[in-house]
């Protein structure tokens, strides 16, 4: 059961000196026509470093956010990353990093919001201290990032990727602090998009379920660092035998490449989508969708203006039809 937890859980053009090579290869639907310089935060694992590893291949000049010294030199040593010290929850280094990409004069054509945490808990015998720590990464991290940046995103007419989660759409026992955090970057998302508009900035949000990443590690480590302790819990049978006590591996999942390769889809095509859903198996897609209609059934049900079946078909037709 445990297992299920946290599987579920896891659910401008540029100056010329940039390098060219390979950008042809970058898929026939995308405007991914000059290399262009992009920040990704969070670059030091999981889906971070797989974006900013494939883009850099490409020709594209990355500026990867990392926070330990060590990943920091190792991104720093890839042919077009240029690693900047960056804790989205640290405002001085937010500061700094803009400095660097400014005095860089590359341009920043687009920014990559990829950093995140968990911590699975009930919600009851949640401490506030975690859940701030949550929405100070998940959420605020997005948020302060993009204010950041947002001169620089203006002056490319370039575009946000934020990396939500299918969590952003469904939840889950234990599931809730990491969920909220992710229902709120969908919003995040939307209201930015509708702003950003007027200045052509396209705001795009990926939303993965289940890769391979540290992540399940993270977790495992700092509900270690809790104590591991459920004894006093009302919830201790469902904490029995979970999965992430185990460590949090995730090896069995899909790699982050194949979220790479979405980020790509909302980066550089010409239209990019809203939101891109990136999931390892149908189930996901399933449950994520049903939760949808699941929704949008309750909204519906028994409020002055209730669409009947038909009414609901026709509304789905209407904007089937506004997708194209
Ligand atoms: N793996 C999945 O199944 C899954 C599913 C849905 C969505 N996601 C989302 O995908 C994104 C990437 O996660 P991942 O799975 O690749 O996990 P990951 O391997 O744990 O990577 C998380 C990244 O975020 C960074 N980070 C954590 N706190 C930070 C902070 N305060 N400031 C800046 N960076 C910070 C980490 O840096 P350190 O190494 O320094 O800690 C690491 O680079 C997250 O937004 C996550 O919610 C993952």
Redesign the pocket.
């Known amino acids: 059961m445990v297992r299920f937890v946290l599987?579920t859980?896891?659910?401008m053009a540029l100056p010329g000196s940039l390098p060219t090579v390979a950008l042809a290869e970058a898929g026939s639907d995308s405007a991914e026509t000059s290399p262009k310089a992009i920040l990704v935060?969070?670059?030091?694992?999981?889906?971070?470093?797989?974006i900013a590893e494939s883009l850099a291949a490409r020709g594209h000049f990355v500026f990867a956010?990392?926070?330990?010294q060590k990943?920091l030199d190792e991104l720093n040593a890839i042919d077009n990353i240029q690693s900047v010290r960056?804790?989205?929850?640290?405002q001085g280094?937010i500061d700094a990093a803009v400095k660097t990409v400014r005095e860089s004069e590359r341009g920043l054509y687009a920014i990559v919001?990829?950093?995140?945490?968990?911590l699975p808990a009930p919600l009851i015998e949640l401490e506030e201290a975690d859940l701030d720590f949550i929405f100070?990464?998940?959420v605020y991290?997005p948020y302060r990032i993009t204010r950041a940046f947002a001169p620089l995103l203006i002056e490319s007419r370039g575009r946000v990727v934020?990396?939500?989660?299918?969590?952003g759409v469904q939840t889950r026992t234990f599931y809730g602090p990491?969920s909220m955090?992710?229902h709120a970057?969908e919003a995040f998302t939307d209201a930015l998009a509708m702003e950003m508009a007027k200045f052509d900035v396209k705001v795009s949000i990926v939303?993965?379920?289940?890769?391979?990443?540290?992540?399940?590690?993270?977790?495992y480590n700092r509900l270690k660092e809790k104590g591991l302790n459920f004894d006093d819990s009302l919830y201790r049978e469902e904490w029995e035998g979970n999965w992430v006590l185990s460590g949090g591996d995730?090896s069995g999942?899909m790699g982050?490449e194949v979220?790479a390769a979405t980020v790509d889809k909302a980066l550089f095509s010409e239209n990019p989508r809203r939101r891109y859903m990136i999931v390892g198996d149908p189930g996901r897609a399933d449950a994520t969708m049903r939760a949808l209609l699941r929704r949008m059934l309750e909204l519906n049900e028994d409020q002055a203006y209730t669409y009947d079946r038909e009414g609901l078909i026709r509304l789905l037709d209407e904007e089937i039809a506004k997708m194209d």
């Open positions: 599987i859980f896891l659910s935060t969070g670059a030091s694992s999981g889906s971070g470093r797989a956010g990392a926070r330990k990943d960056l804790d989205v929850t640290v280094e919001n990829n950093a995140g945490v968990g100070d990464v998940n991290g934020n990396i939500g989660s299918i969590a990491y955090s992710k970057l939303d993965p379920g289940g890769f391979n990443s540290n992540i399940g590690k993270n977790i995730l999942m982050p979220i």
